[in-house]
């Protein structure tokens, strides 16, 4: 039986041998240094550190040497797989600052560069104030109420005192629908939702209803074929004129500023009775402007007082078409343009301004809601 191998060099096994062992250093430092990112370092990580890499082969052959020949090699082997392990943290950490870098660069923003603005759109103001409107009557404990914009005539007109060769029939220049014989038209005024509120609830009725309203107009700076007017209705059993020039200055107040003095001229309407227009005070001038040249007002032409809606109490003929004892119950209604009261708030000289729908007058309102 013979001793151990003392002899044996492992330098002899090629794999092991100094030279063998710097080569693949070597290489596997020149692969390292070439990975020009983190791509291409994992792919040298793999061939130069990976279990199938040169030095990992060569680390394998130690387990077969002499055990006196075991620690030299190990040593050798286990030096040069450290040196190119260091190699690879250190290549990895300069590649992943460079890696940082780039994408900071790639994803930055100039957030000082001229962009397109995707423009907001913005209620429109007749919304708006119509909107207002109905919440001042609904903080006074009135309803809001609706009726179909195609209207029986009947409704439009001959329930609300205006039989068909009365001149006010004429004087509302009627859509109709189909042929003037369907009895059927696009509502001339809001004043039909009187009566539908009437016919729809039990007394005592207050309503305050806004809509759109269709007249056979031109288009021009004072006139628009659709417009919108609001309505108001108060039904109880003891309703007075008072209540209505209460109600209207309250209403008033909200719309041009606390304190706006209201007038009453007496006029004519068939479903109220007394009938009267509603004036405003120049809410600018305070009619300052009147009999003094040198100070002309051109919110109210000098006029002191600017023209806001129709008024009255409503006629019985209307309450009793609508089924109501006259002799238990009253009420007063009102009926204003809503483009005419935002000409008046606002200044809008020109009715197609608010028709139109341009943006750029919309959003001088602002984005209220
Ligand atoms: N409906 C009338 C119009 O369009 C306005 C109006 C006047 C309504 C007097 C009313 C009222 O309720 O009492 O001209």
Not at 65 to 74: E, I, Y
Not at 338 to 367: C, H, N, P
Request: hydrophobic share 45%; charged share 20%.
């Amino acid at each position: 039986m013979s001793g151990p191998n003392t002899s044996f060099d492992p330098k002899q096994v090629v794999a092991l041998n100094d030279a063998e062992v710097e080569a693949m250093v070597a290489q596997a430092m020149g692969a390292i240094e070439q990975a020009a990112d983190l791509e291409a370092l994992k792919a040298a990580r793999l061939a130069h550190a990976g279990d199938r890499s040169p030095l990992a082969l060569a680390n394998r052959e130690i387990g077969a040497l002499p055990p006196a020949a075991k620690a030299d090699a190990g040593r050798r082997v286990g030096q040069a797989r450290a040196r190119v392990q260091q190699a690879l943290v250190e290549r990895q950490a300069v590649l992943e600052i460079a890696r940082d870098a780039s994408v900071l660069a790639l994803e930055a923003v100039d957030v000082t560069m001229p962009t397109d603005r995707t423009s907001s759109g913005a209620r429109h103001p007749l919304t708006t104030l119509m909107d207002r409107i109905a919440d001042v009557f609904v903080a006074m404990g009135y309803e809001v109420a609706e009726g179909p914009e195609a209207e029986a005539e009947w409704v439009n007109f001959d329930a609300l005192n205006v039989p068909a060769d009365h001149p006010a029939r004429s004087m509302q220049d009627t859509f109709f629908v189909e042929s003037p014989e369907s009895g059927v038209v696009l509502r001339t005024q809001t004043s039909p939702i009187q009566i539908r509120a009437l016919l729809a609830r039990p007394l005592p009725v207050y309503v305050i209803a806004p809509g759109r309203v269709y007249r056979t107009d031109e288009l021009d700076a004072t006139h628009t074929p659709v417009f919108h007017q609001v309505e108001g209705l108060a039904v109880d059993r003891d309703i007075t004129m008072a209540d209505l020039k209460g109600t209207l200055d309250h209403f008033a107040a909200v719309m041009f500023g606390p304190g706006i003095v209201t007038r009453l001229r007496p006029s004519y309407f068939p479903f109220t009775e007394p009938s009267a227009e509603l004036d405003v005070q120049c809410f600018v001038c305070r009619g300052a402007s009147v009999g003094d040249p040198a100070n002309p007002c051109r919110t109210c032409g000098s006029e002191g007082w600017i023209e806001w809606g129709g008024c009255g109490m409503v006629n019985p003929k209307v309450l009793t078409a609508a089924g109501i004892d006259t002799s238990s119950y009253r009420g007063f209604a009102f009926g204003m343009g809503i483009e005419r009261t935002l000409m008046i708030r606002s200044g809008v000289t020109d009715m197609r301004d608010i028709v139109e729908g341009d943006v750029r007058f919309t959003r001088a309102y602002g984005m209220e809601s």
